[in-house]
């Protein structure tokens, strides 16, 4: 329903408790400097798209049986019953300074009508104890006392009932969960496990068994899973209300809104027996669809990953950028996941990441890591980059730099002392670096170029390659190191000279696509033919050991072991 500006009549009134005839709907509540809300299943709904006012509160009561419950001054009306067209209705009105609250249910509803304080929003003008300040004390909640009868005007047709006792003003400082009913309720914790139908339940499990990264679920096709990149079928064909079946029941109401309005729900969830998933659900022609990132149980580290040694000097800075690139299903969030562990575990700081969704979860160490979800925590990248600022952070971890504010925070943030990670779907690092300079107007680029060449430590450009033996695949990166020879092709835009820069820059930790190929082509890990076909430049991939990297070679047992078939096979991005 959008607000109305001109309200103020019973018609306008009856608009809104309209909501209350649904019988999986209890209360309606409006407050000042929040959406009016339906509380629907015990969980509040907002059913306006702006912020209602002390003045629509009172517009929305006028010329109405509530007007005489407004409280004239700061308190709370007891719980009276009115009839409003011939329908009985239990009415709390509280009030504090110039804001107010509005509590209406049918009677009979399951649900209690507290004389809630109105200082959600905004804080209410009321005096500390004496000794709040000395103990370094803060307000949690607030009761109103009790107005006085004399007050309470009467209203024709309206029964008043007694109401339970209000206590004094009381002041608490534990700390409390938030409600079942709080407006973040489910959405703050997305790392609970939650059930799921048997028949989902046992598809991820044979999933995780066949080292999948991803499962397919559509209406008229079975169920595909995909192992080392490709995607092979598993079981029989899925009716409409089979498909149904698996998908829907893990969508809680949040999601289910998101994709009834979009026609797709992105979210991260956690399963009981299975481990945590990483889903998209959407619609399309044949029915409902949706998709399965297997996630690892656990944070990976650099090692197990096979990823260059050389990122562990990561842990000698304490500002800058850092950035993870490649194409999709790349395993960008999973390296991303890395670095961050590496700090988790070997420096005593504060992390933050945001996400879109939430995906490996990380356990305290020696860090403190603090996860957001876009969507859920936070509104935005950008908005969460904004308010990170402010939160005393060390390494800022950012799951995908998407648009030129999310860039720009992230500039900022790298060059005011923190430590940034963050991901782009580009295929090379000469690629990344030009993206994050062609995101700006071009009257600003040169600006740019010169924070961008100030800031940025390493690009790290990586490709899942199939192995030989078919059994998952195996990462080969590409890595730009900061230093005078980089930023000086960043500033004076020469980004043409990477490739030469790249051939010649060993000496500074710099590795070439085609070296780390070259390196698992000598293992024996891949074929010269996946090798040819996932490098750059084809003429430098040669099995003879002249071609490979100049850095020692790993023995075929320690390429194996750094091999993806454990991790980055089971998790694509």
């Avoid at 001109?6 to 009134?13: A, H, M, P």
């Avoid at 109405?64 to 409280?71: D, E, K, R, W």
């Avoid at 000698?316 to 395993?331: C, E």
């Avoid at 990344?432 to 009257?443: A, K, N, Q």
């Amino acid at each position: 329903m959008e607000f109305r500006d001109n309200i103020g009549t019973v018609s306008q009134l009856q608009d809104f408790l309209q909501y209350l005839d649904r019988a999986d709907v209890t209360e309606i509540v409006f407050q000042s400097g929040a959406a009016a809300t339906a509380k629907k299943r015990g969980k509040p709904r907002a059913v306006t798209s702006e912020p209602m006012s002390a003045r629509h509160i009172l517009k929305l009561v006028s010329d109405t049986p509530l007007q005489s419950l407004v409280p004239s001054h700061d308190g709370a009306s007891a719980p009276t019953v009115t009839l409003i067209d011939g329908i009985e209705y239990i009415v709390t009105v509280a009030r504090s300074g110039e804001m107010l609250l509005l509590r209406v249910r049918r009677p009979g509803r399951n649900t209690e009508l507290p004389a809630t304080p109105i200082g959600a929003v905004a804080p209410l003008r009321v005096p500390l104890p004496a000794n709040a300040v000395e103990q370094n004390q803060t307000v949690e909640s607030y009761e109103p006392p009790p107005m006085p009868a004399k007050d309470r005007a009467a209203v024709p047709g309206s029964v008043t009932i007694p109401a339970p006792p209000i206590e004094a003003p009381q002041f608490t400082v534990s700390y409390r969960p938030p409600a079942a009913d709080s407006p973040l309720g489910e959405f703050v914790r997305s790392d609970v496990p939650v059930q799921a139908p048997a028949g989902l339940r046992a598809l991820l499990v044979q999933a995780r068994d066949r080292a999948a990264s991803d499962v397919h679920i559509m209406s008229g096709q079975p169920p595909r899973l995909r192992c080392a990149g490709r995607l092979a079928a598993a079981g029989s064909v899925l009716s409409d209300e089979q498909a149904c079946g698996l998908v829907m029941p893990l969508l809680s109401e949040r999601n289910a809104k998101q994709l009834e309005e979009l026609g797709y729900a992105d979210f991260a969830c956690q399963l009981e027996g299975v481990g945590r998933l990483r889903v998209n659900v959407n619609k399309q022609r044949s029915g409902i669809k949706g998709c399965f990132r297997l996630i690892m149980p656990e944070p990976p580290t650099l090692d197990s990953l096979g990823l260059p040694s050389e990122l562990r000097q990561m842990l000698n800075y304490h500002q800058g950028l850092v950035v993870v690139s490649g194409p999709n299903g790349a395993g960008k969030t999973t390296t991303l996941s890395a670095l961050v562990d590496l700090f988790n575990s070997e420096r005593s700081v504060h992390i933050i990441t945001v996400e879109d969704p939430v995906e490996v979860i990380h356990p305290i160490k020696k860090a403190i890591v603090s996860q957001r979800e876009v969507g859920i925590h936070t509104k935005s990248f950008h908005s969460a980059l904004k308010g990170s600022l402010r939160e005393d952070p060390d390494v800022i971890a950012i799951g995908e730099l998407r648009d030129r504010e999310t860039v720009e925070k992230a500039l900022e943030a790298a060059e005011t002392g923190h430590l940034v990670f963050a991901t782009m779907s580009t295929p090379s690092g000469a690629r990344t670096i030009g993206r994050l300079i062609d995101m700006f107007p071009p009257d600003d680029q040169s600006q740019v170029r010169s924070t961008l060449a100030g800031v940025l430590k390493f690009v790290v450009s990586q490709r899942l390659v199939p192995r030989k033996d078919g059994n998952g695949r195996v990462v080969a990166v590409e890595l730009l190191t900061g230093g005078m020879a980089l930023w000086s092709l960043i500033r004076d835009d020469k980004l043409f000279q990477l490739p030469s820069l790249l051939q010649r820059g060993r000496a500074f930790g710099m590795i070439r696509i085609e070296d780390s190929l070259n390196e698992l082509l000598s293992s024996g890990v891949i074929s010269i033919e996946t090798a040819k076909a996932f490098a750059d430049d084809p003429r430098v991939i040669d099995r003879s050991p002249k071609q490979a990297m100049s850095r020692p070679q790993a023995s075929p047992a320690q390429s194996t072991k750094g091999t993806m078939r454990n991790l980055f096979s089971k998790k694509g991005d």
